[in-house]
């Protein structure tokens, strides 16, 4: 137990949502008539569980990723731990102290300026004055606000608000570090300081909960992973399998054709209808070789005519990183006013993407304005080496595309006189 950083049992967190059925309107003088009873016999209550029997244990320095879909349970287990929300059912046992960066703006008195609100976490953490002060200057530096340390944060924007917060959170010296999906609002540049630090904390030994959709940070951080689902735990273990097991519920399987259905595309102006993944004799397939060419065909059609419309494909593998993106206009290929439907077909060359799984985003876009349809983790293919030159490095991570590179390599002889 002694290595134990953080033991949960059972937990669970139950809310109650309430309905409110669906009557006729009714006048002031009848609601007034009826009593304060009418207001509540129309309405019906419904047991909620947004976590429910989770148990795990978590040892000292462990990075642990937190994985699973928007509503899985992953903020509400966050705010548990960090002692924001209580538990229904279930106990917490935490070693050391705890440090949180949840929501924006989360810890944070928006009337008090960027440099009492340092002061004011630090003695939320119980730290001295003294202890504060000595890191007061790499909080300030780091968080890159040192012009605004002296204006209320009530007036920082949201990327401010981050950068001041994570600072703080991550150099307090806590021994439990927990930090949400947040992480996001800020820049890239940002999130790189940022994830370097997070490895840099984990290095001295201090654990880490993160939670983040972006599945290459997850894996780049942690060397472990819980995965939630409909607010219950599914998967831990090593970060590459609870990821690998993840990708595998958004949709790795072997439906190599999409279908959109009436009711997401009634309201659209244009929409994607369907499309597939095909080999080089145009049949329907998710299994390719590497010296395969991959044919992706796409077919929409329009409620109304929207000018301007762009077509994009995002190719992403297995840690939800795009590949690449390809982008056509569609009034180019005379698509155009009086056109009913379209059908569009992208092709991958041969040997180009390396062996392993992958996914299609394809999206219909206004640039600059609007996403008119989005359809993501959508036809599925996996990619096997068939005994190409890359075949030697199954296994290895050597990227996601084989760049075809031309090398001039000259040899230099040293002579030698007698």
């Not at 462990?62 to 879909?69: A, E, H, P, Y």
Request: aromatic letters at 8%; glycine letters at 8%.
């Amino acid at each position: 137990m002694l290595d134990t950083a953080i033991q949960v049992k059972n937990l669970g967190k139950q809310y109650i949502i309430k309905h409110q059925e669906a009557t006729q309107y009714n006048t002031l003088r009848d609601i007034l008539a009826a009593g304060p009873k009418a207001l509540l016999s129309n309405s019906t209550r419904e047991k909620f569980w947004s976590l429910q029997d989770v148990s795990f244990e978590i040892r000292q320095g462990d990075r642990v990723g937190i994985i699973g879909r928007n509503g899985a349970g992953k903020s509400t287990l966050l705010k548990m731990l960090s002692r924001i929300v209580e538990p229904t059912t279930g106990e917490i046992q935490i070693n050391g102290r705890v440090s949180s960066l949840l929501e924006v703006g989360t810890g944070f008195h928006p009337e008090l300026t960027g440099r009492e609100n340092i002061f004011l976490n630090g003695a939320i953490l119980g730290m001295s004055k003294a202890e504060i002060r000595s890191k007061f200057d790499e909080i300030v530096d780091f968080s890159e606000v040192e012009k605004f340390l002296d204006t209320p944060v009530k007036r920082y924007s949201s990327g401010m608000y981050v950068r001041l917060a994570f600072a703080i959170a991550a150099h307090l010296e806590p021994e439990v570090l927990i930090v949400d999906e947040v992480l996001a609002v800020g820049d890239a540049k940002f999130r790189e300081k940022c994830l370097g630090k997070m490895k840099r904390v984990g290095e001295e030994g201090r654990t880490i909960l993160f939670v983040s959709h972006q599945m290459g940070m997850l894996a780049q951080l942690c060397n472990r992973a819980l995965m939630l689902e409909q607010g219950r735990l599914v998967q831990q273990g090593a970060t590459q399998d609870v990821i690998a097991h993840y990708m595998e519920s958004l949709g790795y399987g072997n439906d190599s054709t999409y279908f959109a259905s009436p009711e997401k595309t009634k309201d659209k102006p244009v929409y994607l209808s369907e499309i597939q993944s095909l080999n080089e004799e145009g049949v329907p397939t998710s299994d390719f070789g590497h010296t395969d060419e991959i044919t992706l065909r796409i077919r929409g059609a329009f409620n109304e005519y929207v000018e301007n419309v762009m077509l994009s494909v995002s190719v992403k593998d297995r840690l939800e990183r795009r590949v690449f993106t390809n982008r056509i206009h569609l009034e180019q290929w005379d698509v155009c006013k009086g056109t009913s439907s379209f059908t569009a077909t992208m092709k991958i060359p041969k040997v180009f993407l390396m062996p392993g799984r992958y996914l299609f985003l394809v999206l219909l876009s206004i640039p600059k304005v609007r996403i008119i349809d989005l359809v993501d983790h959508v036809c599925p293919i996996a990619i096997t080496d068939l005994g190409s030159d890359a075949a030697m490095f199954e296994g290895a991570d050597t990227g996601c595309v084989f760049a075809n590179c031309e090398w001039v390599v000259k040899p230099e002889v040293k002579t030698y006189s007698c």
